[in-house]
């Protein structure tokens, strides 16, 4: 009889990059241990998104996130999870100088947090690091459109392709990083024709958000789907008011602390 306790196996790298053109891939972020184990039951990939610095943190973009933050969120949402696979983002500033910097940084990632691979943004520029990562054991899920890390370049967050003579130079990005060794890519924020002729053009997953129902897979924000974002950008759907329920159940308290309606009976140890 085996002593060994009973693992439940996590979704791998290969099985997502399998996922070509199959069953769409269904991925979520998420910043904490209890709502990964939520999306754990239904999600092939859980991100762990920089986003969380402006969902979590309040930040006004991505680009203050530190790698330690990254790395605690991560953790979290590891201890959180057992089935399916875990992607840390890399933050801004912790890739982008060379490939001996980003393979440091990314190995940190992934010891500290138990992840299974990092993501990163960036097309063609990306491509020799995103080689390099590979080639030395670090599975990486690239990242190409509207890329929150540069938004101060591109003067905000903006849908990307919408002047079709742009078409060739994200088509090219979606290539270098497919070329490089990705496993998957994140098509954000761009218009649905491109991210459509992307999906058919090149042999890994793509991940759309804000991009086509042509992706291989989906992803959003959790927070923003479930309607605690005070503001929903077009390319969310809310499948939940959150938000709401939380201000009436905290208005309901305020008010029951007040006329000492609670605690009740029920509530306190005789
Ligand atoms: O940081 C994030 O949450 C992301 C997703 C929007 C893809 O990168």
């Known amino acids: 009889m085996s002593t060994q306790p009973q693992r439940v196996r996590r979704t791998t790298v290969p099985q997502i990059a399998r996922r070509k053109g199959g069953d769409p891939i269904v991925s979520l972020t998420s910043y904490h241990a209890h709502t990964a184990a939520i999306v754990d039951k239904y999600a092939d990939f859980i991100l762990v998104g920089d986003s969380l610095g402006m969902v979590m943190h309040g930040m006004e973009s991505t680009v203050g996130v530190p790698l330690d933050l990254m790395i605690m969120h991560g953790k979290a949402v590891v201890r959180g999870t057992k089935k399916a696979l875990i992607v840390v983002d890399m933050p801004f500033g912790t890739y982008e100088e060379s490939p001996n910097m980003a393979f440091r940084n990314a190995a940190k990632i992934m010891k500290e947090t138990g992840c299974g691979a990092v993501k990163l943004e960036g097309g063609k520029r990306m491509a020799e690091t995103i080689k390099f990562l590979v080639e030395r054991g670090i599975p990486v899920m690239a990242h190409i459109g509207l890329t929150p890390q540069s938004s101060h370049v591109m003067g905000g967050f903006k849908t990307q392709g919408r002047d079709e003579d742009s078409w060739p130079l994200h088509e090219e990005d979606a290539r270098a990083v497919t ?13 649905e024709p491109l991210a459509a002729k992307i999906t058919r053009q090149i042999d890994i997953p793509t991940i759309g958000i804000g991009a086509s129902a042509q992706c291989d897979g989906q992803i959003l924000v959790l927070e923003d789907m479930l309607g605690l974002n005070p503001w929903t950008p077009k ?6 008011s959150l938000g ?13 602390v007040k006329t000492r309606a609670f605690p009740g009976e029920d509530h306190v140890y005789r």
């Open 179 to 191: 070329e490089a060794g990705a496993f998957a890519i994140v098509l954000e924020g761009m218009v």
């Open 235 to 240: 390319f969310v759907k809310e499948y939940g």
């Open 244 to 256: 709401a329920m939380i201000e009436q159940a905290v208005s309901d308290y305020a008010e029951e």
